[in-house]
Nanobody, 128 residues
Framework: QVQLVESGGGLVQAGGSLRLSCAASGRTLSDFVIVGWFRQAPGKEREFVAA????????YYADSMKGRFTISGDNAKNTVDLQMNSLKPEDTAVYYC????????????????????WGQGTQVTVVS
């Protein structure tokens, strides 16, 4: 059974940085075609943050995260990491890792419902 596990969340001051990591058990993370990060703030819908395609290393970002967040895959560690810089209080949310074996072509979907595999989430809190 495949499980995704997020780590690296925490409390940080505005302007600070955090690095989240997504790992898999039961399967190698690079077996997935797409690994993405989503987030959900209290009272809001889950939203797309970024995605990584193992084949070719393509990256995709939500417009509001471009320039501040960087997603990357590490074959040696079998993780997909999300480096978050210049954090703002509005970045406060639970961040989830998601993965799919589908969508080998074209940009990855940004709707949460398109992903079947999810982690439990890690809390990121940004204080001013």
């Amino acid at each position: 059974q495949v499980q995704l596990v997020e780590s690296g969340g925490g409390l940080v001051q505005a302007g600070g940085s955090l690095r989240l990591s997504c790992a898999a058990s039961g399967r190698t993370l690079s077996d997935f075609v797409i690994v993405g990060w989503f987030r959900q703030a209290p009272g809001k819908e889950r939203e797309f943050v970024a995605a990584f395609r193992w084949r070719g290393g393509s990256t995709y970002y939500a417009d509001s995260m471009k320039g501040r967040f960087t997603i990357s895959g590490d074959n040696a560690k079998n993780t997909v990491d999300l480096q978050m810089n210049s954090l703002k209080p509005e970045d406060t949310a639970v961040y989830y890792c998601a993965a799919e074996f589908r969508y080998a072509l074209g940009p990855p979907p940004k709707l949460p419902a398109a992903y079947r595999y999810w982690g439990q989430g890690t809390q990121v809190t940004v204080v001013s």
